[in-house]
T-cell receptor, first 111, second 113 residues
Framework: EDKVVQSPLSLVVHEGDTVTLNCSYE??????LLWYKQEKKAPTFLFML????IEKKSGRLSSILDKKELFSILNITATQTGDSAIYLC???????????FGAGTRLFVKA | DVKVTQSSRYLVKRTGEKVFLECVQD?????MFWYRQDPGLGLRLIYF???????EKGDIPEGYSVSREKKERFSLILESASTNQTSMYLC????????????FGSGTQLSVL
């Protein structure tokens, strides 16, 4: 059965800390891995990763994929209170419209 | 910006009621999806549609039906709501081409009493 597992499930840090969120997957016919940020209700897109070893970066956020070990990490440096959110990892597979989501990591950044 | 609009942010219904959740997108996306989100379980796909009048079951379709009469609108129907359908419901849409990200609505928190 296809699955996406995120860790930790929740995390509390202080402003300025650096955090690493983990996502491992077992998905048949992997096509891409995506990260979303969910603040109030609507998840918003952060990154799409399709190739191993190529870092995607946007400001203080970065992500990388390892297709051999079947995992991805999302790094956030110099965290701010506005980074408090649920971070969702999702994997898309070929052969349909299948996107498998992890349970999410709930990050809380204290001022 | 793409906009996916869900008609209600919060809904409270009684067991056995028929419930309609509406979703409208304004970007001419072919694909539309309904997910439910529960703590510890993440997002689970209920139904999706890749064209008008076309629908496909997702992972947890039992107790739900959908309707897509127009390209921009995708409705989720609970024929007879039950307490285990209390959840956050998220609508999403995307273009029908490889590696297209999902655009989500703000969600509807449904409570069935």
């Amino acid at each position: 059965e296809d699955k996406v597992v995120q860790s930790p499930l929740s995390l509390v840090v202080h402003e300025g800390d650096t955090v690493t969120l983990n996502c491992s997957y077992e998905v048949t016919n992997f096509r891409s891995l995506l990260w979303y940020k969910q603040e109030k209700k609507a998840p918003t897109f952060l990154f799409m990763l399709t190739s191993s070893g190529i870092e995607k970066k946007s400001g203080r956020l970065s992500s990388i994929l390892d297709k051999k070990e079947l995992f991805s990490i999302l790094n956030i440096t110099a965290t701010q209170t506005g980074d408090s959110a649920i971070y969702l990892c999702a994997v898309e597979a070929y052969g349909g419209f299948k996107t498998i989501f992890g349970a999410g990591t709930r990050l809380f950044v204290k001022a | 910006d793409v906009k996916v609009t869900q008609s209600s942010r919060y809904l409270v219904k009684r067991t056995g009621e028929k419930v309609f959740l509406e979703c409208v997108q304004d970007m001419d996306h072919e694909n539309m999806f309904w997910y439910r989100q529960d703590p510890g379980l993440g997002l689970r796909l209920i139904y999706f549609s890749y064209d008008v009048k076309m629908k496909e079951k997702g992972d947890i379709p039992e107790g739900y039906s959908v309707s897509r009469e127009k390209k921009e609108r995708f409705s989720l129907i609970l024929e007879s709501a039950s307490t285990n359908q209390t959840s956050m419901y998220l609508c999403a849409s995307s273009f029908n081409s490889p590696n297209e990200k999902l655009f989500f609505g703000s969600g509807t928190q449904l409570s069935v009493l």
